[in-house]
């Protein structure tokens, strides 16, 4: 048979052809590499020499899925379902081959990898590798016969679990579920996979009673089935909000696992097209390429980052405990320096804190902890001990001198390649940097708090920020596992001040006779995780009126404090830190706090306001008109000009809605057009908080989007 192919690697070993996907990055099933896995196939099948056929990957992957940037393209349902179909009688052919199919696998078996190696008469599977359908987590379902296969090889219950969940398992649990036949150290996989094509070749294995789509032994009476679903359906209810393919993957369940199997992928198949083309699955495929391709910019294209080991953590409070988390949790050495050792005490403390969660769920072991604050971590209070550090990260107290007077020092200790990075959440870098003989090492790496476990690391470049101290950034926050995200300096960067944007519209509904209830309601329906007023108790009342003060100072009366905003402020309540913001926390649930009931009541009174009734609709077309021009002006000042990574940044930094893409893919849902003349309408009510960004119209008028369709 022929064994010269691109994107597969073919070789028979004692007429057995051993077929080894080798698509990279992951064995994706590209259209290029499956036109040449079925040309192989049935050049085997048709081969009087080939006995059977082992498929395996090449690499860490045996297939990672579908070629996901190919889905993305799909327009209609219409166009997928014939490509659907020939990929079952793909499959069936493969169950009814009379030649036995072995499935080597050698790595990550996903999505459609997983869905091959179930229509293979045996499966034989290297120690520790991951074995999952995912494709919910894409806004997709096991459009190739998964929902099918799996409950009929596994059961429902354990099928359901991992479908619904998208969750890898590691290939040992597969073994014990039966999805998986034998199961062997890495390097004697094909041999065995080998080995058991002679057992089918010499009789002793049959391939009649090992096709998958056949066996019915293992699936639920109707009883069972129908209180396991339903039973399911309630458990994701909440969780499932927003989402589409968990309720399709549902209803596979339910309208099918009957004794026709036909029958059966045909449902799947319809119900999959309906997920393939929702804007959720557009949404969360966009989501997972762009959260792989942030941080590459074309200024560090080519640019060697620097290698970074060991890493200084200037303060040891809230922020640096779990930067230090992240560091010790990486491989990286690191020495924390505090003002005196009573700080330096309890920022240990802090960050040994960090790791209880790891301990109790046995990610971590004792020893392991132990050792690394042992040996990976030094404290010191002199700043001359910083010579040998790669990388320094500060988070010291929010105050200017102090920090340039760190930096000043530093820049006679470190090396002249050290970067260094800080935490600040709102002072402006570019003044920061300034004091250094060399600005261009300095960039903001603003974490989110907590810095342990929000994925987002917001990387704000200042005016003299190196391309070189950028590209050592980004790389560094790969390191780190966090999603990096490059914006520019300015008041709140990006993320603050376009959450910022996203709440500020509240204020104006409530000084309009709306009740705030209403609004904290609408923004969780939305799928926010928290409404503005919970918000602004989290983050503090007095922060956020200071921040508003200073985007009003330095963006303009846009931005000019509101009186009722004014109002609220001076009840001294500042939220959760008081035990009182616009919620009173002395209550469990809290309940409204009365000070402000009353504060409102009396700017009621004094502006002759009605209390009025808001649907959700209005509510959310303000806020979130609010928050796309908030998007616009910073486009405008040259923030960050990147619609994915914006979207990115929102929803890994403040929980927005995966499934609505981004406030810049709601953005273009809604039509810019849409955008400004509701802005238009909200600034001849409200005033110039309102007020179309130009850049907004420009794009209203031409027709434009943020993304490029
Ligand atoms: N298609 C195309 N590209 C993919 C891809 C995929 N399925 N998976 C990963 N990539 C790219 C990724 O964008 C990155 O590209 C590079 O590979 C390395 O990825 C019919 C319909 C396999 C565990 O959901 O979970 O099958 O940025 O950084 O950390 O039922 O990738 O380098 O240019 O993540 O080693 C179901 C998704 C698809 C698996 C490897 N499968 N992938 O992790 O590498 S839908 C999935 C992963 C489906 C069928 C349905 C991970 C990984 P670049 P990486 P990694």
């Known amino acids: 048979m022929k064994t010269e192919y691109e994107w597969i690697k073919v070789e028979v070993k004692d007429g057995v052809a051993v077929i080894a996907f080798n698509n990279p990055p992951v064995n994706q099933l590209s259209e290029h590499m499956v036109l040449e896995f079925v040309e192989a196939m049935q050049d085997a099948w048709a081969d009087e020499e080939i006995k059977a056929i082992v498929l395996t990957g090449t690499g860490k992957n045996f297939i990672a899925g579908a070629d996901i940037t190919q889905l993305l393209q799909v327009k209609s349902k219409e166009e997928f379902l014939p490509f659907l179909q020939k990929n079952h009688e793909f499959h069936n052919a493969m169950e009814l081959s009379p030649k036995p199919l072995i499935a080597a696998i050698n790595g990550n078996c996903l999505g459609g990898g997983l869905e091959v190696a179930m229509a293979c008469h045996y499966r034989v599977a290297a120690q520790g590798v991951n074995i999952g359908l995912p494709e919910v987590k894409l806004g997709l379902l096991p459009g190739a016969g998964g929902t099918q296969r799996l409950p009929r090889l596994i059961g429902l219950p354990n099928a ?87 309720w399709k993957i549902m209803d596979c369940f339910e309208k099918g696992l009957t004794t026709d199997y036909q029958h059966d992928v045909e449902v799947e198949a319809d119900l999959f097209g309906d997920c393939l083309v929702s804007d959720v699955a557009k949404n969360l495929i966009s989501i997972f390429l762009n959260e792989r391709a942030a941080g590459r910019l074309p200024r560090t294209k080519g640019l060697e980052p620097a290698q970074i080991k060991k890493v200084a953590m200037l303060g040891g409070g809230v922020m640096g405990s779990g930067i230090i988390h992240l560091l010790l949790a990486n491989g990286f050495e690191a020495v ?52 040998d550090v790669d990388l320094v990260i500060e988070a010291v107290v929010e ?83 966090k999603v990096p995200v490059v914006v520019g300096d300015g008041p709140g960067f990006y993320v603050s001040r376009q959450l910022g944007g996203l709440m500020g519209g509240a204020v104006f509904l409530t000084a309009d006779g709306v009740d705030g209830a209403s609004v904290e309601q609408a923004m969780l329906e939305f799928g926010m995780p928290m409404g503005p007023a919970t918000l602004a108790d989290l983050t503090g009342i007095d922060i956020n009126y200071h921040v508003n003060q200073t985007f009003a ?100 930094g403040t929980g927005f809605p995966p499934y609505r893409g981004g406030i810049l893919r709601y953005a273009d849902k809604w039509g810019l057009d849409q955008v400004v003349s509701a802005l238009e309408g909200l600034e001849a009510k409200y005033g110039p908080r309102f007020t179309p960004a130009q850049l907004l119209k420009d794009m209203a008028a031409e027709g434009k989007t943020f993304y490029s369709y």
């Open 336 to 387: 924390l320096w505090d003002i005196n050792d009573e700080a330096l005490d309890k920022g240990v403390e802090a960050a040994k804190k960090t790791f209880a969660y790891k301990l109790k769920k046995k990610k971590l072991a004792k020893d392991a902890f132990e050792d690394l604050f042992a040996n990976k971590l030094s404290t010191t209070t002199d700043l001359a001990d910083m010579g």
């Open 399 to 481: 105050n200017m001198e102090i920090k340039q007077d760190i930096w000043q020092k530093l820049e006679s200790i470190c090396r002249d390649d050290v970067v260094f990075g800080t935490n600040t959440s709102a002072l402006p870098i570019t003044d920061m940097a300034s004091v250094l003989k060399d600005p261009g090492r300095m960039i903001g790496l603003h974490f989110f708090n907590p810095a342990e476990r929000m994925p987002l690391l917001e990387i704000i470049c200042a005016q003299q920020t190196s391309d070189q101290t950028l590209a050592t950034s980004v790389s560094f926050g790969r390191a780190i596992k």
């Open 160 to 246: 359901m679990e991992m479908i619904t969940t998208g969750k890898f398992i590691k290939s040992e649990k597969a073994f014990s579920y039966g999805l998986v036949d034998e199961l062997v150290p890495a390097e004697e996989l094909l041999d065995t996979a080998l080995a058991a094509a002679e057992k089918f070749t010499s009789g002793q294995l049959g391939t009649a009673n090992r096709m998958a789509s056949q066996r019915f032994d293992r699936l639920p009476s109707a009883a069972e089935k129908k209180s396991l679903i339903e039973f399911s359906r309630a458990m994701m209810a909440d969780k499932a909000k927003g989402y589409i393919a968990p």
């Open 553 to 652: 100072k330095r963006l303009g009366e846009r931005y000019a404090v509101h009186p009722l905003t004014e109002a609220i402020y001076q009840l001294g309540d500042y939220g959760r830190k008081t035990g009182a913001g616009y919620l009173d926390y002395s209550q469990d649930p809290p309940v409204p706090n009365p000070r402000v009931v009353e504060a409102v009541a009396k700017y009621y009174a004094d502006n002759n306001v009605e209390p009025r009734q808001a649907s959700q609709e209005e509510i959310i077309d303000l806020m979130l008109a609010c928050g796309i021009n908030e998007a616009a002006y910073m486009i405008q000042e040259g923030i960050c000009d990147r619609p994915a990574d914006m979207d990115l940044a929102m929803v890994y």
